[in-house]
């Protein structure tokens, strides 16, 4: 007779566990994921080694990852570690050549190799791209700014930072066919070749559009968007384009929520069907949202 | 804040369950796994049900399930039916033509096909095969046999059972390649074609080989192989080639298991390199057996 | 000097032969034929294997043959051998659950079984396949029926009949690419996987269609239609679509043929160009209806 | 009831002509047969359509044909009409530079271009080569000639008469994958580029290794191969490697028959199992010599 | 240190000049160039090499070049020495019987050839094609022609003059893709599969719209064309599709150079963005016309 | 007439030096040539852009460029500015965690970087690789060194200096044939994923022979080696493996071309045929040296 004791039992739920997970696998297959990453979630190294843990598992049940990452925290320390003090404008980085050569280092040869090793350490075969490697991501300078908007205001040049002209995917198709993990840093080719700074939130969105993703997951450090109801701070597990706008307009939503959400916007205009924001701090929280119903972060859907 | 109440906890440890099979899923994508299917297991529709569940499972995961199965106790159903008394000869059924005929019928025309819905239902697109289709497996009849081995015994002519001379496992790469289950009933084609009533667990060990499989899995409706050490019937989770052929001379391992037993050797010896016998009956044991250390069933390893 | 005898001269004649059906393998090949088999010309051996022998003969020359078959009589046979009367209602066959499970057991166990044996003895590596196989044939249940269409008569359920809501030839394509004959029964998958008896008539005129054929063949045990001219039943060795329908609704043409015309009128529609029906009793009918100009059936073109 | 007339009778012969054909076809198909063609039935225009139609029977059924050719006859007539006389020396045509300039037009601009043609009408898409095309055939001149072989004789400068150092079957695997058929002349570019005369039966033995050919066919004007038995030329329908050495040893084989069959031995060394003398004059000999059993020519094999 | 003396100042240069052709590189790889060839440039033996050599190095850089010839001259030549008197009617050669036998000998087994076998000496793996192979050039008869167009004039028959109908590039496509360079002379195959003579020019501009061509390039014996201004003959480097129709009907353009410039309007019609007509009797014109900025010729454009 | 004027003259130079290269472009089509860069070319903008020039019209004309870069003066300019103090040991630089950051930020986030944007403006798809990147480079820890070998000196941890244990191909034949240049720096794995500063000469001259390539070509600035002949320093245009080992020994080599020589040496013995040193600082001097019979480097050969 057989003996069922206990962790046979534990056992068995973790069978059940894969098996819940089939459906998902059925759907994801694939496809590709584009999962922003970025601040507290990417210091934290044990942390970090359970996010590219989560994405090598993508990648095993089919699904083809690719990770987006900016650098800001790394960046401001190096700065200051050379004696250079950070200014921001409208959230934005004030970026002359100085910085943005501090920028290009932090990102490629510190934060972009890091994760790149961490994904070697855990069989994923990942490959660092920043959006110069064969014009990946292709950007020019923004304007001149007026500060919070305002046009009387100071008008200020943010130097080298850069939005998306146009995004050439065919690198990222090559490498992802070929079974490896493409890491791309937020930086953009400029019209001359020249390295930009760009928001890291939006090539994320942008990307996702340009490889048909059918996901776009951004990692961040709050656990997903909360509305007032009722004098309360009540979270959301789902909303809709049209809802989450409204709340920008009702300045329910601020701060460095925004460029986040954002994001998500372009990525859905763009076609996207299903974006989220999951708190990164969680460990494998990113796996919670993807696998289980109820999902742990808030999901933005068209 | 972020709330951790019990849901949420629970949905971590599902998380954490993932990503312990990881290492599983490195090692196997792209590999071949035989099963042998029969028995009780076979009969109970939800167990049944379960069985498949794993093996999409696998699939999807990047391994090629192929099944393997007989039908012994549909078969002596449908012939009582049919008011034919089964006979069976050192444990192989004496099959005159008529019964061959039933055993072809009930086969290939009930349970082969029961197993290829219960796929279908789960989304593993499974296709029916019998050994005849392409000539999978080539086969003679066995020469006529004395009872219990006994020379003075009585000599008795099986009739249409056979055993493999040759497979073919072109059409098995062909519809696995192209993303099918291959599910395979064990009749076999005889020199001129005629159909042969082979044993289901030595299929299943032969084509292992063929298909240079990574595992043989063998479910049947007893939890593994015991030994009796200090008067107890001890369980063994895993044991050698050698070992068990010694338990096999000491008649440790007697009746219905043996022909299991040589499945797994068959395999062992062709260059399989890791054969299990689990309890088919315990819901998902296979995938027990194959995602946790510890397994639940015996293994049998070169 | 060259001494021509009487055994050169037959053998002149015969490369003439071979040489003169040039420009028929020209316009054929690649192309699919389904041809439809079923009745008497399946129950005597010999004219199976015929049957058989051109339709690998057709493989060689570059087409790509696909066999459908029912098997109604060896049904009937096997219910009676069992101590089940078999009932009919307008020409269809109530089909309770029982009954469906000797269909199944017989057309997969038995006939389709033996016609994959015949190919192989042949050298044309046949593969079978019920609809139910990777979801060929995806099918819903008949409505029930008036019996003869009278609206005042017994309403009668046929049980597991079923007629063809969708075809997935995947599967077909995958086999006959990689040089196999599939060889396919006239059973569906029904909402929710359980096999379901169709019209065979019926799956060829579809499943012509779904291929792209360039022809439907209808092999049948009658010599081909025939009409009543000046007092005369005069055979018709070529017929559009549009006279072949005045001819049903004038009563002409009745009985079993209609199945049949219906079949080559599906096909019709769905663009298949030509449909044959040709007398399966006589050797090699097929061969001489495709290779000669006057044919010995009956075609119906569009 | 069915009417067998005289008409369908003889459709039922045709059947079964193309029925005993299968065994031949599922020998041949994908495999090389390379035909040497030449002398008196190449000027025939009814036979030469005869020799066409049969390569085109042999492309669809699923062979790949490559057809030789030489063309004596017609350079002679071309030169004696531009005053030119023709000069033998041990059977080789001394050949001056005006000579081979006559040569090269009338192979490659008359006698190649006319096959291609008829090629293209009946259906078979030829492509005419040269041996200097993508340098097929590398060839070398022959050093100077003693007449008969007599040291004592005078010394004859042959010109530019070549033999083959290497083949490069590249282009004619290309064309040939692709659909085509080659048709390539005896003419070979030298060292320096420069064309050279060569032996077609030396070619066609040669390029029947290269290719590693199932068969070579040789086309002549006699219809095989005799010796004297009993006083009485006797044909030979089969003969073995040994045999025909032994032959030429006696001096029982002499003139024209020679290079042929030395072509056959130079393409069996090289491992073509089977080669075939076949008289041209005969319509579709070599459809009687390949798909009857008796044959009409003389099979030399190994 | 570094000591520069002439030598390496010449090498330097040489450096430099591969370098200025690196954007020409850039803007040709994998496009198909059509050169057509003829009259003076291909009677020096030298001259021809140097064209050669440009197309080998074009291979190289990645262009498909295919190079389309005629030969009046070697006809005119041929013709002569068999005591045949040329005819010419509205600059087109009467062509009986016997002058299409010459026309065609000429064209493949000597010009063709001969271009083949320079190919193969400049490492260029050549393929000699006449457009009666694999049907390249379906082309028709001319009409009969009135003499000098003038309505009141003899009528004459031109026999074997054709012109094209349908050009089937799949050959062409298949050996180049293959690294070979396809050389195809302007014999078409008729309606009966017939060789007629086609004008090259002509063949060339349609040739160069069916394979979708960047550029036309005529190399002819006279170094480009020329208009009259003030009084005097002046070199154009550049002329619009528009510009040289005018000058046809000022009659600027005349006698030989109208066929070339024919071609050139019908690629440009076709889509052909640029031609070219180019000096053949300057060494290395082609190379000079396509990878310097002025060129030695006269482009047409759209 | 055609009038040759000056520019005529000197167009028709360029086209020669374009016909001179083609027997390289024959001989290196479809090869990886290794380049190493570093030192002083690779800090002026001018050369730099000649070296990538270089570099692109290499890959045009069909050879596959695989750069490899290190980018020491960089890494001691910005280690100054940051105020850490560089130290040598044997030539190699102490590398504690701290320098290694700089290293990595160096090498990845500026030098890789500008190489890459700088192939991009010359339209030649550049890709930036760390050894890390997909692990191409695995690396170990060199052993801890005496201080000029002297086994009685002190004894000194280089840090984070490595060597490679094996080299993995995969990612640079994946971008290679997918028509990027991959650009590499010399950063390697270790064992638990860690960065380690490598000999960027080494890496090339493994990389080399792990590419299988036809050259590796070593920029440097200097212009070669010279070696004392009769009191005079006198260049080497090219030398033996032999020989070279014997200057090496006799210590006419010495200083920084020691490691230069070393990655040549390496190369050679892994089955690389040829192995230049070039002088950077000359414009194209890469174009001269493989263009050119007499080059302006030393080549050291087998």
Chains 1, 2, 3, 4, 5, 6 share one sequence.
Do not use: W
Request: aromatic share 4%; proline share 3%.
């Amino acid at each position: 007779m057989y003996k069922i004791n206990r962790e046979v039992l534990r056992n068995i739920s973790k069978a059940e566990v894969l098996i819940e997970a089939l459906p998902y696998m059925r759907a994801f297959t694939g496809k590709y994921f584009v999962v922003k990453y970025g601040g507290q979630a990417m210091v934290n190294r044990e942390l970090m080694e359970a996010v590219i843990v989560d994405l090598v598992l993508l990648k095993y049940i089919g699904v083809k990852p690719v990770l987006v990452h900016g650098g800001g925290k790394e960046v401001t320390e190096v700065m200051e570690r050379m004696g250079k003090k950070p200014r921001f404008v409208n959230g934005l980085r004030v970026t002359d050549d100085e910085t943005m050569e501090i920028v290009e280092m932090v990102l490629m040869g510190k934060v972009n190799q890091q994760i790149v090793s961490l994904f070697n350490k855990q069989g994923g075969k990942a490959v660092g791209f920043s959006g110069r490697d064969a014009e990946i991501l292709q950007a020019r300078r923004l304007d001149q700014q007026k500060i919070n908007g305002d046009p009387e205001g100071e008008t200020v040049d943010l130097g080298r930072v850069g939005e998306i002209i146009q995004i050439d995917p065919a690198l990222i198709h090559t490498v992802s066919d070929n079974g490896y993990i493409p890491v791309l840093s937020s930086i953009g080719a400029g019209i001359n070749g020249e390295s930009l700074n760009i928001n890291a939130d939006h090539v994320a969105g942008e990307l996702a559009v340009a490889l048909k993703a059918e996901k776009l997951i951004v990692l961040t450090d709050v656990d997903g968007i909360y509305h007032l109801r009722e004098g309360k701070q009540q979270f959301i597990s789902s909303v809709n384009q049209k809802e989450i706008r409204a709340m920008i307009m009702n300045g329910e939503i601020s701060g460095g929520m925004i460029p986040k959400v954002e994001s998500c916007l372009m990525a859905l205009d763009g076609g996207v069907r299903r974006t989220h924001i999951v708190d990164g701090r969680v460990p494998h929280s990113m796996i919670l949202e993807i696998f289980t119903d109820a999902g742990i972060g808030t999901m933005v859907k068209q």
